[in-house]
């Protein structure tokens, strides 16, 4: 890349962080403004384009979506203080997501940072921490644009993540040297020993599984995973709380879910000699669990971007590297033995509608969304329902949150919007998660984006209701969420709406959302699970 100014000539801080963002492809500016920040913006360039959420949190989420639709690290402008502390859910979660993004704050004037005045950040690094890969306040106003630019490079290493710079509001009109931008390699390569030894064990095991997680996906190695499974015939499985969509789900080696629990693990991937986890944790759990992590005497192999995962991994051998080109490397190892094809995952029968659950809802979306639409997921009690009835057959189609926590899904879903222009975005959310970001709803109406949001109203918190069974809790307070009317939240907001009751309305009503060239809002009160 090359820079556009000279070199050797004085700018303002602001106009060397502005031509880098333009350098770095970041020309789409997230946030929700404060006083501290407001310098930043002055004459703030045509060509940019600043998307207003309504609460810092919504502002993170919508980043995420557009890092990851893009495939860029997107940059996000928070207030001091209080708003990174808003936006702290969501920055837990595009740390969890691997999501690379610039997130910058405002600082009170440094002249008066001495005074502790009103809207200053005591320790503004520490705050976002541990849950950004790197925190600065720069020394000088002059280190502001080398800063950012480290932030930049940083977010898009792997594993990528969120990075944090704090700039005060007087380091804008300040002037600096421009900082020329580089090339930085974002391409990890595995140990070529390690990669020889699985690659081998690969060739000649009898039964081998393959666990597929979401840095398949964002590495783009979809059509690379679906030709490494068929060279094998091994059954597929998607990794424990996955967040993207690493194989396709029809697919007749496509196994399933591993569930987050250690023996049900276990007990799924009995049988098979070898197991090789491909840009996924060796596993993510949910409950406590005792015994083995694989069934016995079942070889365990990871291939990971996240070096924290392969510290932490409690068995087997794990290698650092990007997805994409170990997975080429596997393709080009020696020819497997003979295997005859597993058997297909079995085949779940139609629901008639003779009741309106989350299962009949799932069936009629899968039914009815247009083809090569994007799901974004936040409906965590209904994911079994999503798994057996809404399989996600394309590339870089699904999108839900890998931290466990809400309000992530409505804003991210905005931000693939964003970052997908034409795609019809579907996000399919719960109705205690829709209430952690409803506020992201005027962003869709203001922008006019194709999004149709589906709320899954069960009235209450269903996925605590179905967890308190696991503690053996026959009642589990502060969960039921009676008397919300999500349309009237919508059209609050700028955004059409219809409320499905029966299951004669469903049809139609998910019809005229997915056809919607705006956002729209369809809420369907299904059944409550007994």
Request: charged share 20%.
């Amino acid at each position: 890349m090359q820079h556009t100014s000279d070199p050797d000539q004085p700018v303002t801080v602001r106009a060397a962080v502005i031509e880098l963002l333009h350098a770095f492809g970041m020309q789409t500016i997230f946030g929700n403004p404060g006083s501290t920040e407001l310098p930043m913006f002055r004459d703030f360039p045509a060509k940019f384009r600043y998307v207003l959420g309504l609460q810092e949190s919504v502002v993170v989420g919508m980043a995420d979506g557009y890092a990851q639709a893009t495939r860029n690290a997107a940059f996000v402008n928070l207030h001091s203080a209080v708003g990174v502390g808003h936006a702290l859910g969501n920055i837990f979660t595009a740390f969890r997501n691997q999501t690379p993004l610039v997130i910058t704050a405002g600082q009170q004037a440094r002249s008066i940072l001495p005074l502790e005045p009103f809207l200053f950040a005591s320790q503004p690094t520490e705050m976002p921490r541990p849950y950004v890969k790197w925190a600065v306040e720069p020394a000088r106003a002059e280190d502001v644009p080398a800063a950012i630019a480290r932030a930049y490079y940083m977010s898009m290493q792997p594993p990528r993540g969120p990075t944090f710079v704090s700039v005060p509001v007087d380091d804008w009109d300040r002037t600096c040297e421009p900082v020329e931008p580089r090339t930085v390699s974002t391409i990890v390569r595995g140990d070529p020993a390690l990669m020889t030894e699985i690659a081998h064990a690969l060739s000649v095991a009898e039964r081998p599984a393959f666990v597929v997680g979401a840095s398949v996906a964002r590495d783009g190695a979809w059509d690379e995973m679906i030709e490494l499974a068929e060279r094998h015939q091994a059954r597929v499985w998607a990794a424990p709380m996955s967040a993207r969509n690493s194989f396709p789900e029809n697919h007749v080696l496509f196994a399933g879910f591993l569930a987050a629990d250690r023996s049900k693990i276990v007990g799924d991937l009995a049988g098979h000699d070898l197991i090789l986890v491909l840009g996924a944790p060796v596993f993510t759990y949910h409950v406590e669990g005792f015994g083995p992590h694989v069934p016995p005497r079942a070889q365990l192999f990871q291939i990971t971007d996240d070096p924290a995962s392969a510290s932490w991994m409690p068995v087997g051998t794990s290698v650092f590297s990007s997805l994409a080109p170990a997975i080429r490397e596997l393709l080009g190892g020696p020819a497997p033995v003979a295997r005859s094809r597993p058997a297909a995952r079995a085949h779940i029968q139609p629901l008639s509608g003779s009741k309106l659950t989350d299962d009949y809802l799932m069936q009629q979306i899968a039914l009815l969304r247009p083809a090569g639409s994007v799901i974004v997921e936040e409906a965590p009690s209904s994911r079994g329902a999503m798994h057996d009835r809404l399989p996600i057959v394309d590339p870089d189609t699904f999108y839900t949150c890998a931290s466990g926590g809400l309000g992530h899904g409505l804003p991210a879903a905005i931000g693939v919007a964003l970052g997908r222009p034409g795609a019809k975005v579907i996000g399919l959310l719960g109705d205690g998660s829709s209430m952690y970001s409803i506020q992201g709803l005027w962003t869709a109406a203001q922008m006019k984006l194709p999004v149709t949001f589906i709320i899954v109203n069960n009235r209450r918190y269903e996925a605590l209701v179905e967890f308190g069974r696991h503690f053996g809790l026959p009642q589990v307070v502060g969960t039921n969420l009676p008397e919300i009317n999500f349309c009237d939240l919508a059209r609050g907001q700028g955004c059409r709406a219809i409320r499905v009751e029966r299951v004669t309305e469903l049809d139609e009503a998910l019809k005229t959302g997915f056809n919607a060239s705006g956002p729209m809002l369809i809420e369907v009160v299904v059944a409550q699970k007994d």
